[in-house]
């Protein structure tokens, strides 16, 4: 069964400072991994993805993650945070195995970025 | 291109009633998908439809169902409704390239009493 974990349910930074929010999964083939993020009252925003290819991605809003296959992980980073970017961020993995568009979530990080 | 629009944005019904909830994806999106997002489970997958087809399910009982129209708005029906299904239920549409990102709606939130 696939999985995914966010170890940190909080991640606390300054502004300017880099931020890191961690991601390991677990899935049977080959994962493709999404990141989202979810503002108060609103649906998930799409942030990036890795499907194959670079294992360093860039997505939207400065935002990066670098897949790594041995160690399962796809941490989400960003090297100079904003007060905006605090919100919910989620990891998400799907497979061919199980179906692309079935995505299975971690339980959320909350970052809180302070002034 | 405007977003997916999920309707009613907020329900509040009581046990035992079913809900039906709407769903219209973004122009040219042919897929979409449901989850349910609540604090005790996260976010859960219920189904995909694609092309008025469901193409793959989650893990819920069978009093949770969908179907989607031939202009791929998709609508989900929950029927004896009970406390627990208390939720917001997201909507997400993607194109019909199989490895295309899902676009979420702003969710409608459903509060059973």
């Known amino acids: 069964a696939q999985s995914v974990a966010q170890p940190e349910d909080q991640v606390n930074v300054a502004e300017g400072n880099p931020l890191t929010v961690k991601c390991t999964y677990s899935?049977?083939?080959?994962?493709?991994l999404f990141w989202y993020v979810q503002y108060p009252n609103r649906g998930l925003q799409f942030l990036l993805k890795y499907i194959t290819g670079d294992n360093l991605v860039k997505g939207s809003y400065g935002f990066e993650a670098e897949f790594n296959k041995s160690q399962t992980s796809f941490h989400l980073k960003k090297p100079s945070a904003l007060v905006s970017d605090s919100a919910l961020y989620f990891c998400a993995v799907s497979s061919m195995n199980t179906g692309f568009q079935k995505l299975v979530f971690g339980t959320g990080t909350r970052l809180l970025v302070s002034p | 291109k405007a977003g997916v629009t999920q309707t009613p944005r907020y329900l509040i019904k009581t046990r035992g009633q079913q809900v039906t909830l709407s769903c219209s994806p973004i122009?040219?999106?042919?897929?979409v998908s449901w989850y349910q997002q609540t604090p005790g489970q996260g976010l859960q997958f219920l189904f995909e439809y694609f092309s008025e087809t469901q193409r793959n399910k989650g893990n819920f009982p069978g009093r949770f169902s969908g179907r989607q129209f031939s202009n791929s708005r998709s609508e989900m029906n929950v029927s004896t409704l009970e406390l627990g299904d208390s939720a917001l239920y997201l909507c997400?549409?993607?194109?019909?390239?199989?490895?295309?990102?899902?676009?979420f709606g702003p969710g409608t939130r459903l509060l059973v009493l």
């Open positions: 122009s040219g999106h042919r897929s």
């Open positions: 997400a549409s993607s194109p019909s390239e199989t490895r295309a990102s899902q676009y």
């Open positions: 899935v049977s083939g080959n994962p493709y």
